[in-house]
């Protein structure tokens, strides 16, 4: 018997599948299963492929915030069923991914494959709408000082975790102090000095300099409130076994099963403070490791929605599907851009004109029209386009062979004196990888291949340093400070995937992307982060190639998604 299953509180962050490194991020255009996906792990060499976008996390169908999800699906077998009649509250979604977490611990751990089942378990004090506008959630109301240097939430009365103890301050200050301490993205919460609590319900944040991300990193992705109850133990919040074992969270629903790399199970939470939600009695979350599994599962309706979509010809197939939804609407905030990353620290890539040579060797139209096949758009700078940031008229090195060869010839190079090594995952990063070792040849590098067998080898060789070059899938975060800085800071070379992997240094870009960070003034904002732009377009330690947007699919009987800037 069919049943609508009036939706669920926000997927949150189901990151889309183009994105991680070339494959996922999940990307490669397209994107999943091994690929890097920008899940800002912190432990390179002990990573699987969480993800994630942006290094994940990244890389998902997405969801924004608050908003509920409609569906219907046939309570007995699971299938998405066509809309028919009034949308009645119960069933269970079922959702299908490529990518395995970690652990379920979003303060210590970013990412797709963390953030799908986790930004249901867990609620954020923050939502975001559409236009970038934050919007209650575990704050009913929050007030930025007038210096910059504090911010006030006042917290709802009435939230508990599922083991009935309430949420109060000191949850919300353990969280943050976890996430400042132990999470990828560094630059999220560096500045928190510490966070003041005159009661249960009111916490303040306090800053060491004016932060205008620090509202964005409140959102359910980046900052979910765990209980310090349970987490304020003395154990190494990285491998604390509550991270998966018993979890308790903050958010719409519980953790009723969890097999490590096959099924996650949640269960609406009873007792979670926003009236008559979630909606859905439960969503299974499947591993699936084949993503044309997926893409069949999505044609014979019994995957309700999934974003590890895989190649570039599987989305092209469910878009010329009329029984299926394909978007990649509402994402923007994730902002992947596919790259080829250059360790500068190599004798031969130390050498600008060899890293502008490269950068002229390679058609970025190609990649998108025809290895992309129209899905994703030539990339420009390190801040996706659809960032307000991001700077249009950098130099973007358009093919041009012969100004590559002058260059290398300038450097002291003959054809074929030069030969380096490309790093990659297959299978999503294979063809912009191949196709790379054709475009460097025909200006005379010789190039070869290192295929990585798994995530936590390719991740451990770039974190590293150990490569020369790789394909890399990286995510803006919604914010540069979150997903931007990361990459080009000189004190963040610290040896974790999705940092400073280049060993780029350089003291005005370090300069320009601290003042940037603390300036609240959009206007003065942007044209800091366009300066900045400039000199990375001039100094070329990455060759950015493709942005790939996010893409999902879903069965037309999941009604109204909700909409904002993580996808839904």
């Known amino acids: 018997m069919k049943r609508n299953l009036l939706a669920l509180l926000a997927l949150l962050l189901s990151f889309s599948l183009i994105a991680a490194a070339c494959g996922s991020d999940d990307d490669s255009s ?18 699987t492929a969480d993800d994630a976008a942006d290094d ?15 569906a219907t699906a046939d309570s007995d077998e699971g299938d998405a069923g066509a809309v028919d009649g009034e949308a009645v509250q119960g069933g269970t979604l079922i959702i299908q991914s490529t ?87 560094k630059t999220m919460f560096a500045p928190v000095t510490g966070v003041d609590m005159p009661d249960e319900h009111t916490a303040v944040i306090n800053l060491s300099e004016p932060h205008p991300a620090i509202l964005l990193a409140m959102s359910p992705g980046l900052l979910p409130i765990i209980p310090k109850h349970i987490f304020d133990d003395g154990q190494d919040m990285k ?57 069949l599962g999505l044609e014979e309706g019994t995957t309700h929605l999934s974003a590890s979509l895989g190649s570039a010809a599987n989305i092209i197939r469910l878009q010329g599907n009329d029984d299926v939804i394909v978007t990649s609407d509402g994402h923007e905030a994730i902002g992947p851009v596919q790259w080829l990353e250059l360790n500068v620290n190599d004798p031969v890539l130390s050498d600008v004109r060899v890293r502008q040579a490269i950068a002229y060797a390679i058609d970025r139209n190609f990649l998108s029209d025809v290895i992309d096949q129209g899905i994703s758009f030539p990339a420009i700078t390190g801040i996706d386009s659809s960032s307000p940031f991001s700077n249009p008229n950098v130099e973007t090195y358009e093919q041009d062979l012969d100004a590559a060869r002058a260059l290398l010839a300038d450097a002291g190079y003959s054809d074929g004196d030069i030969t380096l090594t490309i790093d990659y995952i297959p299978p999503s990063q ?32 770039v974190a590293a340093g150990e490569h020369q070059m790789t394909i890399n899938n990286v995510w803006n975060w919604g914010d540069p400070v979150i997903g931007v800085h990361r990459t080009y800071l000189s004190t963040n070379n610290v040896g974790v995937i999705w940092t400073n992997n280049t060993g780029y240094a350089n003291e005005e870009v370090d300069a320009l992307l601290a003042a940037a960070g603390a300036e609240f003034d959009r206007d003065a904002r942007i044209d800091l982060y366009h300066q900045f732009q400039e000199i990375i377009a001039d100094e070329v330690p990455i060759v950015y190639l493709t942005t790939p947007p996010f893409w999902q699919s879903f069965q037309p009987s999941v009604q109204n998604p909700p909409v904002g800037i993580w996808g839904h």
């Open 30 to 47: 397209s994107g999943d299963s091994d690929m890097a996906d920008d899940s800002g792990s912190d432990d390179a060499a002990d990573d």
């Open 56 to 70: 994940s996390a990244d890389d998902a169908a997405d969801d924004a915030a608050a908003a509920e999800e409609e």
């Open 99 to 185: 990518q395995v977490p970690r652990h379920l611990n979003g303060t210590v751990q970013s990412g797709y494959a963390t953030a799908v089942p986790g930004t249901q378990l867990n609620a954020s004090p923050l939502l975001f709408d559409e236009n970038f506008e934050a919007q209650p959630y575990l704050a009913e109301s929050w007030e930025i000082a007038e210096d910059g240097l504090s911010v006030t939430l006042h917290l709802v009365q009435d939230a508990v975790f599922h083991d009935g103890t309430p949420i109060t301050s000191a949850d919300v200050e353990f969280s943050i102090i976890t996430a400042r301490d132990n999470h990828p993205f």
């Open 239 to 295: 491998t604390h076994p509550r991270n998966t074992e018993d979890f308790v969270g903050s958010g719409p629903f519980t953790l009723a099963e969890y097999e490590a790399g096959s099924i996650i199970r949640l269960e609406a939470f009873e007792d979670f403070f926003i009236p008559e939600r979630p909606y859905l009695d439960e969503i299974i979350i499947q591993i699936t490791p084949d993503p044309a599994s997926i893409v």
């Open 430 to 461: 294979a063809p912009y990888a191949e196709y790379v070792v054709q475009a460097l040849e025909d200006i005379g590098i010789n190039i070869s291949l290192n295929v990585s067998p798994d995530f936590p080898t390719w991740a451990g060789r």
